[in-house]
């Protein structure tokens, strides 16, 4: 949400947050001089497109700016909070991979035409590549905010240990969380991680291999790259226990010439600004059928409303869930 918030005003778009709940994130792109709030009544001009990721968030800000259409971003099948919204004015889906494509297509019945998938990307303004890599891995990290030595963190350690390398955890959970990620990445040789972890520890330049709570999966190479792309390196490619021997074979896989491959592919064709590219289309794709449709009417939003109550999906959520929801306002102007 930051960055694509940042890099749609660094282009002359006026982005807009809004959060139930605001954190340090909300700081941070309070302080770039994006306005972020926490009830969308103090915005006094409705958006030209609502961007909306999680169900409440986006439901909230259909329902507080009528007749704005909208586009839904979903990231994950699995928590409630990813379960799409269905609205008359919402006439898109973007996804991050092909499996959260087929999950709205067969598990939702959202229609194949309105869901595009748009590949998870990385700041590679941020993400500076390291310097070469040693023909040996020497430290390795392992990068996930579920890791800790009490769970998955010992076997990672335990192999790491068995082949002379030493091993760092980054996340919450180990009580390491890491806020600058862009500065502790390229101090290591090997990464384990998935999804957007991932892809920000190859864009530095080091080795990655793939492994989550959910299990292991694959050293990233110029082999597989582009089907781990397609799946967001992310739970589908997860098909395997973590084990000791696992880590250890994925480790002796460990090539620092193709790694170097991987990351100059990853930089040129995961790029924030190549991605903004193609979200500002599917923009500007909704705002011009919104224009030529404008269907809905307080009928069919009220029927809308009240099915997502029948479906328990409007509600007092979990206090331990997430928030993110991006509001992009007066995008048509700047896009006309």
Known sequence: ??????????????????????????EEIHSAGIPV????????????????????EAMTALAHFPGV????????????????????RI?????????????????YGIPEDKVTIISNFVDTARFRPRGPLPNSPRKALLFDNLATEENYGRTIRQACSSLGITLDIAGFSNGNPAMRPETLLGCY???????????????SGVAVICCGPEGAGPMVSLRNVEQLR???????????AITVDWACERIREYDPADAMAVSRLIRERMSLTATVDRIIEVYQAIVESWETRRLQGPASEMMTAESGNRLGLVGEPPRNRTWNLLIKSQLLCQLS
Request: glycine share 8%; proline share 9%.
């Open 37 to 56: 709030v926490d009830d969308p009544r103090l915005i006094a001009s409705p958006p030209d497109l609502i961007h909306g990721q999680h169900h409440l």
């Open 230 to 240: 397609r799946q967001n390196f992310g739970r589908a490619i997860l098909e395997h």
């Open 69 to 88: 259409p909208a586009v839904c971003f979903c990231h994950g099948w699995i928590p409630w909070v990813e379960t799409p919204p269905s609205h008359p």
């Open 91 to 107: 006439l898109g889906y973007v996804v991050v991979s092909e499996i959260l494509r087929d999950s709205l297509i067969c598990g």
């Open 1 to 26: 949400m930051r960055d694509v918030a940042l890099e749609l005003r660094r282009r002359g778009h006026k982005p807009l947050v809004y959060s139930p709940r605001l954190g340090v994130v909300a």
């Open 189 to 203: 040789d090997l990464v384990f991680a998935r999804g957007r972890a991932a892809l920000e520890s190859l864009a």
